[in-house]
């Protein structure tokens, strides 16, 4: 049973050789598995003739901001959002919430886009910058714009389910892709105990099961359980023809560069 201690004794001979107790592993599940908690910031309001204009796009955040138990997710938008620009086709979030949901009130929304400074409105595809998105369980690294996975988490779960829509451009071969990956991390060494990984890029208009089977490696069936992360990625196709939608010519407000599209809800580890 999960998180049960027990006693054991070993007789031999009618010899007590040992006797001890031990304790298994509880089963843990991720916070904000059901893509529930979210919050939002604005993006760049401005003036312009006395109006007040904007904002256009937000900062999005995957937990709730005044609540610790709902964090422990996170995005790479801070990296394709400015607060220096006005427009959603130059700042955008790769990640959001959604109200297209299997269950609850919400889901995320993952999705590749186009940012930068250097982009505008000229009804064509060419964004100077185009990114996945990410939702995944541990840090933002400001310095080297990047994910810095991992996430406190003393269990082995056998597998992942996790419930996903997909809208991708037809002929451009793109796929998301589902990583987890179970660590031990002890004195500044990471050891892997465990891997699962999905991939697909098939269009789905209703939301599908997804499972991830987690394979356990013989090298680290000593050691305990002390992080995991688990990674969703909306795709890994990047080029201007990858995209889904692109602005409008001369739409200064909400048009938007963005590809392929990942929706993720009620996350789930099962233990077996």
């Known amino acids: 049973a999960s998180n049960t201690e027990y006693a054991y004794r070993v007789r031999l001979g009618g010899h007590t050789l040992d006797a001890g107790r031990f304790r298994t592993e509880e089963e843990l599940q991720v916070p904000n ?46 990296k394709t959002t400015n607060a220096d620009w006005k427009y959603q086709y130059n700042a955008i979030s790769g990640t959001m919430r959604t109200d297209d949901k299997h269950s609850g009130n919400y889901a995320a929304l993952i999705r590749t886009v186009g940012w930068g400074s250097g982009n505008s409105a000229v009804g064509l595809a060419n964004a100077a910058n185009i990114d996945p998105g990410y939702l995944y369980l541990g840090n933002y690294d400001a310095a080297a714009q990047k994910p810095d996975f991992g996430y406190s988490f003393p269990s082995r779960p056998s597998t992942l389910g996790f419930w996903y829509k997909y809208t991708t451009k037809e002929g451009i071969g793109d796929q998301f892709s589902v990583d987890v990956v179970v660590e031990n991390r002890e004195n500044g060494v990471v050891t892997e105990l465990g891997r699962g990984n999905f991939r697909e890029g098939v269009n789905r208009s209703a ?8 394979k356990y490696n013989h090298v680290g069936l000593h050691l305990k359980a002390t992080h995991i992360y688990i990674s969703f990625k909306s795709g890994d196709n990047t080029s201007n023809n990858s995209l889904l939608e692109v602005p409008e010519f001369a739409n200064l407000s909400d048009g938007k560069y963005v590809g392929s599209q990942l929706y993720i809800d009620d996350i789930e580890l099962i233990y077996e």
């Open 33 to 78: 598995a059901g893509m529930e908690s979210w919050y939002s910031e604005d993006g760049k309001i401005w003036k312009e003739l006395w109006i007040t204009k904007g904002p256009y796009w937000y900062y999005w955040y995957p937990w709730n901001a005044s609540d610790v138990s709902t964090q422990g997710w996170n995005t790479i938008n801070l």
């Open 207 to 214: 939301y599908a099961h997804g499972v991830v089977s987690i």
